[in-house]
């Protein structure tokens, strides 16, 4: 197992993107979809094998959620910067 964190500016396709590669909707609060910007960390499992996945975390762009976007980050393997 290993764990992925997308990172980048709010609107350009974080969540998009881990929906498409797991399908996933990270965005679970209702001011979230209301919204349309993630405000928590959203996570979602991408199955490899039958021993093996990846786990994705979804991290906040918006300035304001700065501190949930560091707290995704703290130990993950490899992070997606999406621009």
């Known amino acids: 197992?290993?764990?992925?964190?997308?990172a980048g500016h709010i609107n350009h396709g974080k969540t998009t993107l881990v929906k498409e590669l797991t399908g996933v909707?990270?965005?679970r609060l209702k001011q979230e979809k209301e919204r349309g910007i993630s405000i928590e960390l959203g996570f979602a499992k991408y199955i490899i094998d039958e021993q093996n996945y990846a786990s994705f975390i979804d991290s906040p762009g918006h300035e304001n959620f700065i501190k949930n976007m560091i707290a995704g980050t703290f130990a993950?393997?490899?992070?997606i910067l999406v621009i």
Not at 1 to 6: A, D, L
Not at 76 to 79: E, F, G, I, R, T
């Open 1 to 6: 197992m290993f764990s992925i964190c997308t």
């Open 76 to 79: 993950v393997d490899l992070v």
């Open 25 to 27: 909707d990270t965005d």
